[in-house]
């Protein structure tokens, strides 16, 4: 568990990732172009999937823009034994516009490599 680390800077991969292969939604999309999704200040690990995994305050985040990695939340105990689990893995990260928010690994990259 952990491919980013506490402190890393990661980038939002947002097009052609705001849903999953298994047809799971990865944030918000109303009001979105192809580049941008809603994060979550709440993402309840412990019941993805279903109809309210995203809580609280949102964001709206670019594809592109920078983030600073907070912790790992751990990944969805239903999709854990699946062979790509590391996607569903969710992070809590600072946004650029300093809100602490949620978001799965499939939608963030190291910046840096």
């Known amino acids: 568990?952990?491919?980013?680390?506490k402190g890393e800077v990661v980038?939002?991969?947002i097009i052609d990732k705001k849903v999953t292969d298994e047809g799971f939604s990865s944030g918000g999309?109303?009001?979105?172009?192809?580049d941008?999704?809603?994060?979550?200040?709440?993402?309840?690990v412990e019941n993805f999937p279903s109809?309210?995994?995203?809580?609280?305050?949102s964001t709206?985040?670019?594809?592109?823009?920078?983030?600073?990695?907070?912790?790992?939340?751990g990944i969805p105990w239903k999709l854990a034994m699946t062979s790509n689990s590391g996607i569903y893995e969710v992070y809590?990260?600072?946004t650029?516009?300093?809100?602490?928010?949620?978001i799965l690994s499939l939608n963030i990259e190291k910046a840096f490599k």
């Open 1 to 5: 568990m952990g491919v980013f680390k």
């Open 11 to 13: 980038r939002f991969v």
């Open 29 to 34: 999309t109303g009001n979105c172009g192809k």
């Open 36 to 44: 941008e999704m809603y994060i979550y200040q709440k993402f309840y």
């Open 51 to 57: 109809w309210n995994d995203f809580d609280g305050p």
């Open 60 to 73: 709206k985040i670019k594809h592109g823009s920078y983030a600073l990695v907070l912790k790992s939340l």
């Open 92 to 94: 809590e990260v600072l």
């Open 96 to 102: 650029s516009k300093l809100t602490k928010r949620c």
